[in-house]
């Protein structure tokens, strides 16, 4: 899985080693390695838009397990300035982490998933389909994942793969820290959301997990809102 360090990514790690998982965790941040030796699996280091970094971690897989039974692609990040204002490289790097990264962390890995009926869950976001001010860019690379989910279901769905995402609503993560730390902002999203408060990692973990697992094995093709109820206010 991607995105392993972050707030929800970690979560994520820790639920499926705590279900017996194998986990084999790729982030850019050097605490990856950390997680991976706490959760006792194997950790890649390295930069998420490089395709010999995406490859390494799939081959290690394999090399070590022998097999590839399931990928969660949780990495991402954010830009908050206003859409007609983002420079051209802040674009593409949103492009490259967000989206082509995970498309070819999905096509390196749909060879060996076919050979064990495997599973994806990508993550993607709320402003997937809301559209949020500042955030623009960001939402329209979530929306690409979200179809891109949708996709790739239609086509493996034959070879037995499920490919499926969730769609977090407001976490209390980093990446949110900035936005849920002004108080009339989170007042504001708290009013909306009607179970009356902001999600964690691990409220995004057990979606994920029931997603993977073989409880959720007539379900592929879903974005799975995990918000609280937010997008039906």
Same mark, same amino acid.
């Given at each position: 899985?991607?995105?392993?360090?972050?707030?929800?990514?970690?979560?994520?790690?820790?639920?499926?080693?705590?279900?017996?998982?194998?986990?084999?965790?790729?982030?850019?941040?050097?605490?990856?390695? /950390?997680?991976?030796?706490?959760?006792?699996?194997?950790?890649?280091?390295?930069?998420?838009?490089?395709?010999?970094?995406?490859?390494?971690?799939?081959?290690?897989?394999?090399?070590?397990?022998?097999?590839?039974?399931?990928?969660?692609?949780?990495?991402?990040?954010?830009?908050?300035?206003?859409?007609?204002?983002?420079?051209?490289?802040?674009?593409?790097?949103?492009?490259?982490?967000?989206?082509?990264?995970?498309?070819?962390?999905?096509?390196?890995?749909?060879?060996?998933?076919?050979? /064990?009926?495997?599973?994806?869950?990508?993550?993607?976001?709320?402003?997937?389909?809301?559209?949020?001010?500042?955030?623009?860019?960001?939402?329209?690379?979530?929306?690409?994942?979200?179809?891109?989910?949708?996709?790739?279901?239609?086509?493996?769905?034959?070879?037995?793969?499920?490919?499926?995402?969730?769609?977090?609503?407001?976490?209390? /993560?980093?990446? /949110?820290?900035?936005?849920?730390?002004?108080?009339?902002?989170?007042?504001?999203?708290?009013?909306?959301?009607?179970?009356?408060?902001?999600?964690?990692?691990?409220?995004?973990?057990?979606?994920?997990?029931?997603?993977?697992?073989?409880?959720?094995?007539?379900?592929?093709?879903?974005?799975?809102?995990?918000?609280?109820?937010?997008?039906?206010?």
């Amino acid at each position: 899985m991607t995105g392993a360090a972050g707030g929800i990514g970690s979560a994520i790690a820790r639920a499926l080693a705590g279900q017996g998982a194998d986990v084999v965790l790729l982030d850019a941040a050097a605490h990856v390695g /950390t997680v991976a030796t706490d959760l006792g699996g194997l950790a890649v280091c390295g930069d998420l838009t490089d395709p010999a970094i995406t490859d390494a971690a799939v081959g290690l897989a394999l090399e070590r397990h022998g097999r590839l039974d399931m990928l969660v692609n949780a990495a991402g990040i954010q830009l908050r300035v206003p859409g007609v204002d983002v420079r051209d490289e802040d674009w593409e790097r949103l492009l490259s982490v967000n989206l082509t990264a995970a498309y070819r962390l999905c096509r390196a890995a749909a060879p060996a998933l076919v050979q /064990t009926r495997g599973s994806i869950v990508n993550i993607t976001s709320l402003s997937a389909d809301r559209a949020v001010a500042g955030i623009v860019p960001y939402g329209a690379t979530k929306a690409a994942l979200s179809q891109l989910t949708k996709g790739l279901a239609v086509e493996l769905g034959p070879e037995g793969v499920r490919v499926n995402a969730v769609a977090p609503g407001y976490i209390e /993560t980093p990446m /949110t820290a900035e936005v849920l730390g002004q108080e009339d902002f989170r007042t504001r999203v708290l009013g909306r959301i009607p179970l009356r408060r902001l999600a964690d990692g691990d409220d995004v973990a057990d979606a994920v997990g029931f997603l993977l697992s073989d409880a959720a094995r007539y379900v592929t093709g879903v974005v799975l809102p995990v918000d609280g109820g937010y997008s039906i206010t």
